[in-house]
């Protein structure tokens, strides 16, 4: 069920880790038509032409909420709406903010042109004070949503409809749309590395100034409880305070303590500009093989989460289902989520500070391997890192996953696999401090900080035999589960990285009366059930079989929910449990009592360089 209010869905404040108290939510009824013949701008569209559909955003036109619900696959799409700024926000920046849009757009104001956008997971705005009108304004938008293999897509199917692991598509407008209004000369964005160690929140204040005498003040409450405040000086753009906290309180899964800012600007004496945010102190440590968290090991017990939704496809109904998932999977007994192919909502991120979940943020990938995909793929990893860098929850990046895009790495492709080491390169750039997996799953690099491994041999007493050289340290297997898959390419080697199984598992809940016969390719690769005393049994073999492998850091089970075709969820693609959350938790905690999480896997072989 979408939430509302006073009939504008999804109303919650979409950026909630830098927030101002003013703003306009401008989800709700929209124009909207297809353009297939891409004549829409020679029609004159842009310039304030009425669209013949109506459309619900932030829902995409694939979606049942978006009141279109047209499955088909329409290259170019058209938005407009009217709207109306308040009075008291003339003489300020008028921001015009879009949460995320697939894939490219360009905004026009009252027929004039503001800006454009590529990249279909990130958000973007445009200063559009100088196109305003007083009264009404008009708001329209052009969007080209390919089927192009060289687009970040992830798990939206290059033919529009839900085949084997792909699902229907998300075009246009697909996360929240909002204006702001701002002063001139505001605080542009927030850098936030805290420490649990060191009990210290370490800031960098952006500005949208120029270099001149600034003062920033920061207030740091616990609750209602001011824990310091203090302030700096600079004659630049970019403000720098380290602040220690009394008296920490870390940021875990267990006890998700977290802190609220107030980041205030001056010039001299006058306060220009205002915003809130919040932060966790914790440490994310690679060290011995295993996974440290706050200084203490911790063994992963993620699960795989895709992000569909039945009636929304990408875009959650509600503010309120993002927090009913992240609760549903602390109820199966998880510390952790491996968001799959999908850059998620903030509000998402949000629910798992706040409540306390892992997360391994992963970057939707491309079909194909080209400069062109290549550049979009890395360009919108950069923001993707920077939209989130605050985020506590956040504990790895995964840029690549499964060499999507990279079909070649498994012949050792140089230039494949140069760039998956520029990705890793790229990461560590923007964030020293988290761990990268270079390419989650197999065809590893030199580089990798996890060696991140998908198996889904589906019993204890098959992966104890599969994994029996490496239990006697001994080498890896050479090659994955999936057939000729090498674990490492182009002579990188293990190298003594924490390894993880980052998917297992997948047990497929076989439908009522459908014959042997008809079972598609994912039978192929995934166990069955068919009712849930089996489905147990088989979970706590194989979650025995995992936690027997003294070796590995963590899992991570395929998967959260059903998504169409691909039934292996522990919900139901409703959010409907199959199995009482309370024996999946029951198996994971006795899973978690026999595991050795301070055991060293650099007794590991050096697993010779792979052919």
């Known amino acids: 069920m979408n939430d509302s209010h006073n009939g504008v869905p999804r ?30 701008a020679s029609l004159g569209w842009a310039l304030g032409a009425s669209l013949d559909r109506r459309i619900i955003v932030p829902f995409p036109y694939q979606s049942k909420l978006s009141n279109i619900d047209d499955k088909s696959v329409h290259e170019t799409v058209w938005y407009a ?8 926000w003339v003489g300020m920046n008028v921001l015009l903010h879009f949460g995320a849009v697939d894939f490219e757009c360009t905004v026009w104001i009252n027929g004039r042109e503001v800006g454009h956008n590529r990249g279909g997971h990130t958000p973007f705005y445009f200063n559009i004070a100088p196109y305003l009108n007083f009264g009404s304004n008009r708001l329209t938008i052009c969007v080209h949503d390919t089927q192009s293999g060289a687009q970040p897509r992830g798990k939206q199917s290059m033919t529009g409809q839900p085949h ?5 598509c998300t075009s246009g407008i697909w996360q929240t749309v909002w204006m702001e209004p701002v ?70 899964p267990d006890s998700p303590h977290l802190y609220d800012l107030k980041i205030r600007l001056f010039q001299g004496r006058e306060l220009l500009d205002e915003i809130s945010t919040y932060t966790g102190l914790r440490d994310i440590e690679l060290r011995s093989g295993t996974c440290h968290l706050n200084g203490k090991p911790v063994y992963l017990q993620m699960v795989l989460d895709q992000g569909y939704w039945q009636d929304g496809l990408l875009s959650a109904p509600s503010d309120a289902a993002m927090r009913a998932d992240v609760l549903a999977t602390k109820a199966f007994g998880f510390n952790g989520v491996r968001k799959h192919q999908k ?47 605050n985020h506590p929850c956040i504990v790895a990046w995964v840029p690549v996953n499964e060499s999507m895009g990279f079909p070649s790495l498994k012949e050792s492709h140089p230039g494949q ?30 580089i990798t900080d996890i060696c991140a491994i998908h198996d889904y041999t589906p019993t204890a007493h098959l992966l104890r035999e599969r994994y029996q050289e490496a239990t006697r340290g001994g080498d890896l297997p050479a090659h994955m589960w999936l057939e000729g898959k090498p674990l490492f390419v182009l002579g990188a080697r293990y190298r003594g990285q924490p390894i993880v199984l980052s998917e297992v598992g997948g047990f497929l809940k076989v439908p009522d009366n459908i014959p042997p016969a008809k079972r598609d390719m994912l039978f192929q690769f995934y ?56 024996e999946i938790c029951r198996i994971n905690r006795n899973v978690l009592a026999n595991v050795d999480i301070t055991r060293d896997s650099a007794n590991i072989g050096s697993n010779k360089t792979q052919p």
């Open 343 to 389: 850059i998620e909502d903030p509000r998402w991120l949000f629910w798992c500070d706040h409540l306390g979940l892992m997360v391994w943020e992963e970057m939707p990938n491309a079909r194909e391997w080209s400069t062109q995909a290549e550049e979009l793929l890395a360009g919108e990893w950069r923001r993707v890192v920077q939209r989130d860098f």
């Open 11 to 40: 109303p919650d404040y979409p950026r909630p880790q830098f927030t101002r108290p003013t703003w306009i939510n401008l989800n709700g009824e929209w124009e909207f038509a297809f353009d297939d013949l891409n004549n829409g």
């Open 527 to 582: 166990g069955s059930w068919h009712h849930q005393a089996e489905f147990l049994a088989k979970y706590r073999d194989l979650m025995e079989g995992i936690a027997s492998l003294r070796f590995v850091a963590g899992f991570c089970y395929t998967q959260l929910a059903d998504i169409e075709q691909e039934t292996n969820g522990l919900l139901t693609y409703s959010r409907e449990p199959k199995i009482d959350p309370a």
């Open 81 to 88: 709406r009217n709207f109306e700024i308040p009075m008291n």
């Open 183 to 252: 002063p001139a000369i505001r605080i542009e964005d927030v850098k936030i590395q805290s420490s649990a160690a060191l009990a210290t929140v370490d800031l960098t204040v952006f500005l949208h100034a120029p270099s001149s005498r600034w003062t920033i003040r920061t207030e740091i409450w616990d609750d209602t409880r001011l824990v310091i405040a203090a302030s700096a000086e600079t004659n630049c753009a970019t403000i720098r305070q380290l602040l220690k906290i009394p008296e920490p309180k870390a940021w875990s």
């Open 164 to 168: 084997d692991i792909d699902y229907y």
């Open 417 to 446: 696999y140069a760039f998956i080491e520029r990705m890793v390169s790229i990461t560590r750039e923007l964030d020293p401090l988290r761990p990268v997996i270079d390419n989650d799953g197999w065809e590893h690099s030199d």
